[in-house]
């Protein structure tokens, strides 16, 4: 398990949908830097996987969930009561909520990379972290996704397993750039929240169905486990399986040989 969980397992909860998380330090690595994050009143999911060595990677993915939680706290309420005006469209909370997560995401950067400068660490060194989730700051509204990394959202609906975020590592650029030899190694990110002091996050709205169910994942899953077998697994899962889905996922990565911490977390939606 992680080293220190942010949210306990589970199941939690939501307005709209029921939500299972487990962190496992794998069977290779002493410490876990992984962490993920369960908000069910505020409607927030996330995943972090920290890097730096020497403890620094735990405490930076700890601390952009725990930095994001009350940044979005501190201001989401303005979202939930706008509406003042009865001519605006339905788009309009939903840009002003992603507006809001861009600024958050700007706030846990800010936090990390000053605590990076305190350690007197070069720009582009010292800890850091990914981080992806999905807010739901309205019930009935889209999912807000936000991404920083190599950190992964899937959607599974219909027998089809989605990938809704593209990884921000060199890998991923070579492959777009048509670079058939001499890639980078998977794991060199792009970017990710703390060792620069400016970050850009993708935000975007992802509308979400009744049965839709989303997975959040470190690179410890899906940088080991082929996709087909994720997709048996989510094709199994049922509201009341979560559990039994995620751990299904840990124990894949246990079969492939995977030497990293691997983060899952599950949610089922309702409506």
């Keep these: 398990m992680t080293d220190s969980p942010l949210s306990a397992c589970g199941p939690h909860c939501l307005a709209s949908a029921v939500a299972y998380g487990v962190s496992d330090v794998g069977s290779v690595r002493q410490r876990n830097e992984d962490n993920f994050l369960i908000e069910p009143a505020m409607g927030l999911l996330a995943v972090a996987d920290g890097m730096g060595g020497h403890e620094a990677g735990a405490l930076a993915s700890a601390e952009a969930l725990t930095r994001l939680r009350q940044a979005l706290k501190a201001h989401s309420v303005e979202v939930v009561n706008d509406g003042a005006d009865p001519d605006a469209t339905w788009s309009d909370p939903d840009m002003q909520a992603a507006s809001l997560l861009h600024n958050a995401i700007d706030q846990v950067n800010h936090c990390v990379y000053q605590q990076n400068v305190a350690r007197h660490m070069s720009e582009g060194s010292g800890m850091g972290t990914t981080l992806t989730g999905v807010w739901r700051p309205q019930g009935e509204g889209p999912l807000l996704v936000f991404h920083v990394g190599d950190s992964r959202l899937y959607r599974y609906r219909d027998g089809e397993l989605s990938l809704l975020t593209r990884d921000q590592t060199w890998y991923q650029q070579a492959l777009e ?4 030899d001499r890639l980078p190694a998977r794991n060199l990110l792009l970017q990710a929240v703390g060792p ?63 030497r990293d911490n691997v983060t899952v977390l599950l949610a089922w939606f309702d409506r």
Excluded: F, W
């Excluded at 750039?177 to 058939?180: D, I």
């Excluded at 970050?199 to 080991?224: A, K, T, Y």
């Design 177 to 180: 750039a048509g670079k058939v």
């Design 196 to 258: 620069a002091p400016r970050v850009e996050p993708q935000v975007r709205v992802q509308p979400v169905q009744p049965g839709d169910l989303m997975m959040l994942c470190s690179d410890g899953l899906h940088g080991c486990v082929p996709h087909q077998e994720m997709l048996q697994v989510l094709a199994m899962a049922r509201r009341d399986t979560l559990e039994t889905a995620c751990q299904r996922l840990i124990d894949l990565t246990r079969e492939y040989a995977g």
